[in-house]
Nanobody, 114 residues
Framework: QVQFVESGGGLVQPGGSLRLSCTFS????????MGWYRQAPGKNHESVAY???????SYAESVRGRFTISRDDAKNTVFLQMNSLKPEDTAVYYC????????WGQGTQVTVSS
């Protein structure tokens, strides 16, 4: 069964930081690339970052230099450290494989506002 459980979101002021966590369960290919996605109101899912099992990372231009993705395969967990947050980072954040499966979790809300 494929499952993703995200946590760590919240309300933060511009310039602040948050660390998101996601525990995942995959039916196969447990070393799939893992990604973080976000969805703002009225918009489609946007890929934020992904990390391969060997540690290679890739970021969207809008978050490069501010966000860091990492994974702990022993714990089936992927993280997203978000620094220097901006109001435009406000969205529901999800993790999934890269490319994504159809089994989206509930996500975690990140709100950046003063």
């Amino acid at each position: 069964q494929v499952q993703f459980v995200e946590s760590g979101g919240g309300l933060v002021q511009p310039g602040g930081s948050l660390r998101l966590s996601c525990t995942f369960s995959l039916s196969r290919d447990i070393y799939s690339p893992m990604g973080w996605y976000r969805q703002a109101p009225g918009k489609n899912h946007e890929s934020v970052a992904y990390v391969r099992s060997g540690g290679q990372q890739s970021y969207a231009e809008s978050v490069r230099g501010r966000f860091t993705i990492s994974r702990d395969d022993a714990k089936n967990t992927v993280f997203l450290q978000m620094n220097s947050l901006k109001p435009e980072d406000t969205a529901v954040y999800y993790c999934n494989t890269r490319p994504s499966t159809s089994a989206w979790g509930q996500g975690t809300q990140v709100t950046v506002s003063s």
